[in-house]
């Protein structure tokens, strides 16, 4: 299966590859837990900061996602000047699916780096949710890290 074959293509935007954590020990299953972290540029500006987390003996075909949106320039306040949203993000042969989740069931809910927190509700009716999931989508046409990892896993 082709991974990038299910994004759309989105001209407007470039990405940053951010470090990737080393890996931890889940604290239910002892196996290793991955963390990425990347950056979206829409225009040349910083616009998106996120974090993408798996492991491969919760669930081979899930990600969890957190995503901040905003303003990161140097003076910008993270409480006021951005938002932060959570969500699994689900890969099923040719497709994926997504569900926004709490801070509290997200292993970067209690950073308060990305931005002010939406739980699951208010991130399912706020006025930015398309920008939410365009990003989302990006991320995963464009991180390469993350593409051969669900290329492994399918």
Known sequence: MSIKKLFKNHKKLTIELGEEIEPT???????SSFTLLGYIYEKGDAHSVYYVGWNLSHSKDMLTVALGIG??????DAESDREAFYMHCYFKKEEYSFEFIDPDESPW??????????????????????????????IFSADERIIKHLEKAS
């Open 25 to 31: 020990v889940c604290d239910c299953c002892n196996d």
């Open 71 to 76: 303003d990161w320039s140097d003076d910008a």
């Open 109 to 138: 809910g209690e950073s308060d780096f990305l931005g002010k927190k939406n739980n699951a509700d208010k991130a399912r009716v706020h006025p930015e949710k398309d920008v939410i999931l365009r990003d989302i989508d990006f």
